[in-house]
């Protein structure tokens, strides 16, 4: 448990105010696509300062669920694509 603490209270201290307040919110995925497909662009904006969940892949965006699949994967592999400065969930 000690070493838990010590973890998220370094990851606390190295987070901007900017990137703690994020952490708090949500994006609809829906707001990530442009034209039915994961907008890159879209993401590095909405998310610059990272988020706390993106929600309602699924219900919000209409796709069946094998692309609501490839959508989830499309947001994973973004975010290990992207500088942790730049992303973070």
Do not use: Y
């Not at 838990?4 to 307040?21: G, P, Q």
């Not at 929600?55 to 592999?77: C, D, I, Q, S, Y």
């Not at 694509?81 to 973070?88: L, R």
């Amino acid at each position: 448990m000690e070493t838990t603490t010590k973890l998220v209270n370094d990851l606390l201290s190295r987070m901007t105010l900017e990137e703690k307040v994020a952490q708090l919110g949500s994006v609809q995925a829906r707001h990530l696509l442009e034209n039915g497909q994961f907008s890159r662009e879209k993401a590095r904006e909405l998310l610059k300062n990272g988020i706390g969940q993106i929600t309602r892949a699924a219900g919000g965006t209409g796709m069946e669920p094998e692309k609501v699949a490839e959508l989830v994967m499309e947001f994973k592999n973004f975010r290990g694509k992207e500088p942790a400065s730049e992303f973070q969930l």
